[in-house]
């Protein structure tokens, strides 16, 4: 009876009757706020208790918190609450005074709050949300994969921050602080363990004040970074790879800038080729046109220049450049690509490499030469070998005699060939170059005696690899002319080689004298020939001697001085 009537009352109040229908939890505190006075039907749904079992209940069973502090705690925002079977709910409460309209809320919708949705749309990522008031963070379900944490407010600063150093926690306390205390955002960088594996987080905030200016929390986005840091790492590490094998090639990097004309040069070789200290600076293309670059090298470059711009290829060219630290001319190539910020656009920059490639520049034009001296060599030896025979042919009493006068005068020209091509070959002896050269031409008697037609006098000099070569290809000239047109050329004609070792130089100076008498009426020739130029750029290009030469009638006659250089033990393979 007394339920019918509490029924009807509720009936009549209309108040009564849109609390408990209300699609809304509603809950109601006593004044000190540790009881519940009222809660609506759709509360006690959302967090599980049977309808009617809540009034009387002390509100410290909804938190699931011990009872000290729970003054000031059930502030206006998210909370996290407990059902009655325990597991947890992440609500929504909105306060009136005492009365609290609580609603249930997604994680990933809590994080979206209106303080920090700009932050988050910017950054889409993972979201949290730190309230001052609990200490708690809320984790979106990103946020909480990338910590390895259960979505929610489940998770502390405290316990957040277990992994890291004291270090690391004083440097991030003050950034934080910093920007509380400002209202300014932050960001910082911090390793962190999670699942055992120390991952790299980018982690951005600002601070949200509460009613009172101070701040009340923090919102922001978090981010995995560990593999762009690997990334960063592993591009210092190529960066450092390619310093290494373009120091070991010794290879100049470049950056162009085409606007400003400025250069940077990203190693030390290229202030090396260049001869530059670092306190000179770098060169633009206006002074490495105008200045550095040899002047008949400057159209082919600048050809190279426009034609690169214009088919959008990679820039090749080669020239001479003035060394600044000693003012050497030295030769360079040089490779690189324009760059543009877009298709059709002009290029802002070239990139590129500088090697100074003097010294094969140098051994490519002396291995041309030997090559073509091979050539001229072969067609000399042909006619070398055809003044022998005739030679051996005019003097030998019988077949017998003619072999063997003939195939020790070929042993003997096969023997000079050798020295000069033998790598290892490291000195020689100007009389046994002599020897091997002259000796096919020394006629011999029948009683074994030479008929004196070469004459050679001088002391025992060593020549180094490094001229014995050059000298040795001379004397080899000499010879052949000799007998192609000279004194060799007849059974007459005698040839009188004498040198001297005169002070000077690191090892001396070698004075070195070839006369020719008796041959054929000489006369000075109308060309230039091979052999001619052979000897002018062996001896005074790579030997640096004082050549002189006479054509008189009565026989050819060449004076040379050449310093000797010093022994170079190091090269001495039995060393």
Same mark, same amino acid.
């Given at each position: 009876?007394?339920?019918?009537?509490?029924?009807?009352?509720?009936?009549?109040?209309?108040?009564?009757?849109?609390?408990?229908?209300?699609?809304?939890?509603?809950?109601?505190?006593?004044?000190?706020?540790?009881?519940?006075?009222?809660?609506?039907?759709?509360?006690?749904?959302?967090?599980?208790?049977?309808?009617?079992?809540?009034?009387?209940?002390?509100?410290?069973?909804?938190?699931?918190?011990?009872?000290?502090?729970?003054?000031?705690?059930?502030? %206006? $925002? /998210?909370?996290? =609450? !407990?059902?009655?079977?325990?597991?947890? &709910?992440?609500?929504?409460?909105? *306060? #009136?005074? @005492?009365?609290?309209?609580?609603?249930?809320?997604?994680?990933?919708?809590?994080?979206?709050?209106?303080?920090?949705?700009?932050?988050?749309?910017? %950054? $889409? /990522?993972?979201? =949290? !949300?730190?309230?001052?008031?609990?200490? &708690?963070?809320?984790?979106?379900? *990103? #946020?909480? @994969?990338?910590?390895?944490?259960?979505?929610?407010?489940?998770?502390?600063?405290?316990?957040?921050?277990?992994?890291?150093?004291?270090?690391?926690? %004083?440097? /991030?306390?003050?950034?934080?602080?910093?920007?509380?205390?400002?209202?300014?955002?932050?960001?910082?960088?911090?390793?962190?363990?999670?699942?055992?594996?120390?991952?790299?987080?980018?982690?951005?905030?600002?601070?949200?004040?509460?009613?009172?200016?101070?701040?009340?929390?923090?919102?922001?986005?978090?981010?995995?970074?560990?593999?762009?840091?690997?990334?960063?790492?592993?591009?210092?590490?190529?960066?450092?790879?390619?310093?290494?094998?373009?120091?070991?090639?010794?290879?100049?990097?470049?950056?162009?800038?085409?606007?400003?004309?400025?250069?940077?040069?990203?190693?030390?070789?290229?202030?090396?080729?260049?001869?530059?200290?670092?306190?000179?600076?770098?060169?633009?293309?206006?002074?490495?046109?105008?200045?550095?670059?040899?002047?008949?090298?400057?159209?082919?470059?600048?050809?190279?220049?426009?034609?690169?711009?214009?088919?959008?290829?990679?820039?090749?060219?080669?020239?001479?450049?003035?060394?600044?630290?000693?003012?050497?001319?030295?030769?360079?190539?040089?490779?690189?690509?324009?760059?543009?910020?877009?298709?059709?656009?002009?290029?802002?920059?070239?990139?590129?490499?500088?090697?100074?490639?003097?010294?094969?520049?140098?051994?490519?034009?002396?291995?041309?030469?030997?090559?073509?001296?091979?050539?001229?060599?072969?067609?000399?030896?042909?006619?070398?070998?055809?003044?022998?025979?005739?030679?051996?042919?005019?003097?030998?009493?019988?077949?017998?005699?003619?072999?063997?006068?003939?195939?020790?005068?070929?042993?003997?020209?096969?023997?000079?060939?050798?020295?000069?091509?033998?790598?290892?070959?490291?000195?020689?002896?100007?009389?046994?170059?002599?020897?091997?050269?002259?000796?096919?031409?020394?006629?011999?008697?029948?009683?074994?005696?030479?008929?004196?037609?070469?004459?050679?006098?001088?002391?025992?000099?060593?020549?180094?690899?490094?001229?014995?070569?050059?000298?040795?290809?001379?004397?080899?000239?000499?010879?052949?002319?000799?007998?192609?047109?000279?004194?060799?050329?007849?059974?007459?004609?005698?040839?009188?080689?004498?040198?001297?070792?005169?002070?000077?130089?690191?090892?001396?100076?070698?004075?070195?004298?070839?006369?020719?008498?008796?041959?054929?009426?000489?006369?000075?020739?109308?060309?230039?020939?091979?052999?001619?130029?052979?000897?002018?750029?062996?001896?005074?290009?790579?030997?640096?001697?004082?050549?002189?030469?006479?054509?008189?009638?009565?026989?050819?006659?060449?004076?040379?001085?050449?310093?000797?250089?010093?022994?170079?033990?190091?090269?001495?393979?039995?060393?």
């Amino acid at each position: 009876m007394s339920e019918q009537v509490g029924q009807d009352s509720a009936a009549d109040d209309p108040y009564r009757t849109g609390f408990e229908e209300a699609a809304i939890g509603l809950l109601v505190l006593s004044a000190d706020e540790s009881l519940i006075v009222a809660a609506n039907r759709t509360l006690h749904d959302l967090i599980g208790w049977p309808p009617g079992t809540l009034p009387g209940r002390a509100a410290a069973e909804l938190l699931g918190d011990e009872p000290s502090g729970l003054q000031g705690r059930l502030q %206006a $925002g /998210l909370q996290l =609450w !407990r059902r009655a079977d325990g597991s947890p &709910l992440d609500v929504r409460v909105i *306060r #009136a005074g @005492r009365t609290l309209v609580v609603e249930s809320v997604d994680v990933d919708a809590a994080a979206h709050s209106e303080a920090n949705s700009e932050a988050l749309a910017a %950054a $889409g /990522l993972g979201e =949290w !949300r730190w309230d001052g008031a609990t200490g &708690l963070l809320t984790l979106s379900r *990103r #946020a909480a @994969r990338i910590l390895g944490r259960p979505p929610g407010r489940s998770v502390s600063w405290e316990d957040m921050t277990t992994s890291l150093s004291e270090a690391e926690l %004083a440097r /991030l306390g003050a950034l934080t602080a910093e920007a509380g205390a400002t209202g300014s955002s932050y960001q910082f960088d911090t390793p962190i363990t999670v699942a055992g594996r120390t991952v790299i987080l980018r982690v951005r905030g600002q601070a949200v004040p509460g009613p009172d200016g101070e701040p009340a929390s923090m919102v922001g986005v978090i981010q995995d970074i560990t593999t762009r840091v690997e990334a960063r790492d592993e591009i210092l590490s190529r960066d450092q790879r390619l310093r290494v094998a373009t120091t070991i090639a010794k290879l100049g990097i470049f950056e162009w800038h085409m606007l400003e004309d400025q250069a940077i040069w990203e190693n030390e070789h290229m202030y090396e080729i260049f001869g530059h200290a670092p306190e000179d600076g770098t060169i633009g293309k206006a002074e490495f046109l105008n200045d550095i670059l040899h002047p008949e090298d400057r159209p082919a470059v600048r050809k190279a220049i426009s034609r690169a711009l214009r088919e959008d290829g990679i820039l090749q060219i080669g020239g001479r450049i003035r060394r600044k630290s000693d003012g050497v001319w030295r030769t360079i190539d040089m490779a690189g690509r324009f760059e543009r910020d877009a298709p059709g656009r002009l290029p802002r920059r070239l990139i590129g490499v500088v090697a100074d490639v003097t010294d094969r520049r140098i051994a490519e034009e002396r291995q041309s030469l030997l090559i073509r001296e091979l050539h001229h060599r072969v067609k000399n030896t042909l006619a070398t070998v055809q003044a022998i025979v005739g030679s051996t042919a005019r003097t030998a009493s019988s077949i017998e005699s003619f072999y063997e006068a003939f195939v020790g005068r070929i042993k003997s020209l096969a023997h000079t060939h050798s020295v000069l091509t033998e790598d290892a070959w490291q000195m020689a002896s100007l009389e046994n170059l002599l020897l091997n050269e002259l000796k096919p031409y020394a006629e011999v008697d029948a009683e074994g005696g030479a008929e004196g037609r070469i004459s050679l006098s001088g002391p025992g000099i060593d020549l180094p690899s490094e001229i014995a070569v050059p000298i040795g290809m001379a004397i080899h000239e000499l010879t052949t002319n000799a007998a192609k047109y000279g004194a060799l050329s007849n059974r007459t004609g005698r040839v009188a080689v004498a040198w001297t070792l005169e002070p000077g130089g690191p090892a001396g100076i070698l004075r070195f004298s070839w006369r020719e008498t008796g041959g054929p009426p000489v006369a000075p020739p109308s060309r230039q020939g091979f052999g001619s130029r052979l000897l002018q750029r062996v001896l005074i290009a790579q030997v640096q001697a004082e050549v002189t030469t006479d054509y008189a009638p009565g026989g050819f006659t060449l004076t040379m001085r050449a310093p000797i250089p010093p022994r170079n033990d190091s090269l001495n393979p039995l060393v």
